[in-house]
Each structure stands twice: as C-alpha cells, then as structure tokens.
C-alpha cells in the first residue's frame, strides 16, 4: 500500500487538496485527510483557516485546485452523484424555503437525491428533533433553534452515511447545544461517520474522538483526542504553603516553578509524557529547605490550552 491510498477504515480520503480561490488567495494548501468511519472528527481552527473551504470541496459545493476526494471510494469529482448522496450537510445557514412547511421542505430534500419516499423515516427524524408537533408550520415562523433542527432534518432526510455539521452550535443556546451532542452521538451510534467544525474547544472536547487543526489551509496536526491531550498536555501540581514565601528561593532556580502574587502557592509544571515526573525529588528538596505545604494538588491542561500553544508554536 503506498502512502496515498486511503487508509482501509476511511471513508472519506483527501489527498494532495490545495484551493487557490480567482481572488489568487490559497485558502488550502496540499492537505492530506483519512476520516475514518463510523468516528467523530472534529477540525477546529481560527477564523478563515479554511474549515469551510475543505467542507465545500467533499460535500461537492466548491471545487479542488488540486488533489482528490474520495467518499466511500467514489470521486467526488468523477463519481459525484454517488459521492455527494452519501453526504448529508448542516451548513452554518438556512438560506430558502421561509415559505415552505418542515415537512414539505424535509420530503423535498429527500426527493433531490432520488430516495424513493420513506414518510416513516422522516416522521422518525423530525420526531427525534422536537420537530415533529411543528411538521406543519412554515419554515419563517420557527425560532432560530427550530430552524436549526430543520437544517439537519434536511441533511439526514436521504439517510447520508456521512453527516458534515459546520459551527452547528454557534450562536444557540445550552439545551439546544446538548440536544445536538445527544443526538450527534445516537447518529454516530447507528454507524454515521461524523465531521464537525467548530470554534468551540468544549464541544471537541466533548465529543470528538480525533481532531484534526488546521492554520492558514494546512492541517497543522491529526490525532486522536486523548493522545493529543496526552502527547502536548502539560500537568501542574499546585503546592499550598504553610508559610508564604517572598521569592522563589535561589536553590529551587533549576525547577519551573511559579510562586503566586501572594506568595501562598508554588506551581510546578511538568511534562505529562516524561518517565519521571521530578515531584518526588522537589517535594524531597522543599521538605529539606524547610518549606513546607498544607495541601496539593495537580490539572492537567485543557484542549483549549494545547490549541492556543499549537497555533502560537506554528506562526
Ligand atoms: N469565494 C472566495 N473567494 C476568495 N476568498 C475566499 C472565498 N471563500 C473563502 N475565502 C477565503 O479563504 C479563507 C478560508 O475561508 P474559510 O471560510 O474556509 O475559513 P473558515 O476556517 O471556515 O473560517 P470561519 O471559521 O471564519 O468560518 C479566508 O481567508 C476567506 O476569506
């Protein structure tokens, strides 16, 4: 198997994608991408990264400069029909249909990707998104929570094996934001590979298992979750003193220790993929000096941490 071929558990392969938009900005450079299926990815980057961009190239919208994509093993260029029936898309927006029922609107998106009508599936959807008792109301009349559970009652409406949700929790509220994740996670337990974006490092958290940065249209890294909290997370151990102290102490000079502005508590902070952590032989030093602690107690960074040190380590 050579380097370029997708990985057997992918369902979607880029290789090579680079997207020079007319303007002569490259909003993607040479990005290469397995998401593997059945996962929930999760590809976070600042604002005009290019998130959008790779989105609208797979799901068809956009076209490449340069690369492919596959879906399930079907181009989407040369096989787009089959590729893009595979894809459901949330977009960030609900741009038509004000006039149109939900129902009406659900049933029609099936129809476009000429899915014989299935009225049970639907009624199971729309059910499954508090949607079902407003099956008969316009589009223009719903709040704008109702109007994003259309938007995804329109993207599962032709039963898609892959579901792309861009910023599908920007601007809504808490319960509508764990409606999503809940149902995020029923889908991808029913076997629908997953791909958010998102500005919101919770909601990786959260939810994804592999996440995937990109900066500037290059894909800066691609891991699974716990492995890229564990390989770049740091830890700390807080160490509540009896007695304050003035200064960090000349012979503690060698230890990355950071004393607070009311000299009560010493941070040491430590790699989290080290053997050794150093915290026997500091406590062993401080116990030695005389300086001694009334509590302890240890965090490791979060996602939001390791994201902002990522982008910072690439400009
Ligand atoms: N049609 C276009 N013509 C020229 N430049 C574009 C076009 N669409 C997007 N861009 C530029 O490409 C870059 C990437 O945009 P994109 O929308 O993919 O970013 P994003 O990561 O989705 O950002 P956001 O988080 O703000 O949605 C931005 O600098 C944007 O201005």
Known sequence: MSPNDPAPDAI??????????????????????????G?????????????????????????????????DGHDIVRDARVARGLIG????????????SVWATVR????????????????????ELSLWEKRDAKIMTLSGGMKRRVLIAK?????????????????????LRHDMWQMVRRLRDAGVTIILTTHYIEEAEEMADRIGVIDRGEL???????????KLGKKQLSLQLQSPLATVPAELAHWPLELSADGQTLTYTFDTQGDDTGIAD????LGGMGID?????SSESSLEEIFVSLLRNGA
């Open 155 to 175: 993207a599962l409406a032709h039963e898609p094996r892959v579901l792309f949700l861009d910023e599908p929790t920007a601007g809504v509220d808490v319960e």
């Open 89 to 100: 898309l949330v977009p960030q927006e609900l741009s038509t249909d004000a006039f149109e």
């Open 39 to 71: 996962e929930i990815f999760a590809l976070l980057g600042p604002n005009g990264a290019g998130k959008t961009t790779l989105i609208s190239i797979i799901c068809g919208i956009v076209n490449g400069s340069e690369g492919t994509v596959t879906v």
């Open 282 to 285: 500091l406590l062993r030093q």
């Open 108 to 127: 029609f998106s099936r129809g476009l990707f000429g899915k014989a009508p299935n009225p049970v599936h639907l009624e199971r959807i729309l059910r």
């Open 12 to 37: 979607v392969a880029v290789r090579g994608l680079s997207k020079t938009y007319k303007s002569g900005f490259q909003a993607l450079k040479r990005v290469d991408l397995d998401i593997h299926r």
């Open 220 to 230: 800066v890294i691609v891991e699974d979750k716990h492995t890229l909290m564990r």
């Open 293 to 297: 602690f009334k509590d302890l107690h």
